[in-house]
């Protein structure tokens, strides 16, 4: 496992729709930037992920999930573990 504490995690999307993919990125003196392929995964639980957040040390991915009713707000959550 990388040492979070010189690394930063970015999760982006590219041109909509699309799923999110989350990146490590190691600050210098190492400086890379490594691809977590995550995409496919979260593709396959079939939900529209919009939103990264992190709260502490916890990191989530919030969307939703046309299943559970409401598309006005987000319903559903993944929590990215690491």
């Not at 691809?35 to 040390?57: E, K």
């Not at 916890?58 to 299943?67: C, P, S």
């Amino acid at each position: 496992m990388p040492n979070l504490t010189s690394s930063a995690i970015i999760c982006a999307w590219s041109a909509p729709p699309s799923d999110p993919e989350l990146w490590l990125y190691s600050l210098p003196p190492d400086e890379e930037c490594r691809c977590l392929n995550l995409r496919g995964r979260i593709a396959d639980l079939g939900l529209s992920m919009n939103i990264f957040v992190v709260v502490g040390s916890r990191m989530f991915l919030l969307g939703l999930n046309d299943a559970l009713g409401s598309s006005d707000k987000y319903n559903t959550y993944i929590e990215i573990k690491w």
